[in-house]
């Protein structure tokens, strides 16, 4: 029985569900990257980065190559950075109406009876 693409979605989503994984394609979305840099730019230990790039490549997100010794990982396809694209600008909509939100909060603070401004006392 075929899974529904529903699923396979979540599927895709859940894989990009983790800070370090998402971090690792933001640094390729930049070009092809050897494991020892992107070790340096995630700042984690090498067991765990590698463990988030299996993940990643069993999911055909990103795809290892070997240069002499070193290992070098990139984007699979085109499509990662549009996606990655997407959720920044999501995401700087989302924090632009929370910013306007806590400036109006902010402004009513300043001008409600009896209250000071943030930080003062009442």
Do not use: C, N, W
Not at 94 to 108: D, P, T, V
């Amino acid at each position: 029985m075929p899974v529904p693409l529903y699923q396979a979605k979540a599927e895709l989503f859940k894989t990009l569900g983790h800070p370090v994984r998402v971090r690792v394609l933001e640094l390729l979305r930049e070009g092809p990257m050897p494991v020892r840099d992107l070790l340096a730019e995630t700042g984690i230990e090498a067991s765990s980065l590698s463990q988030q790039l299996g993940v990643l490549r069993r999911a055909g997100i990103v795809v290892a190559s070997r240069e002499g010794t070193t290992v070098v990982y990139e984007l699979a396809g085109v499509d990662v950075p549009e996606l990655m694209g997407a959720a920044r600008r999501i995401l700087t909509g989302l924090l632009a109406g929370q910013g306007r939100l806590l400036a109006e909060l902010e402004a009513e603070l300043e001008t409600a009876p009896g209250t000071a401004g943030p930080g003062g006392s009442v």
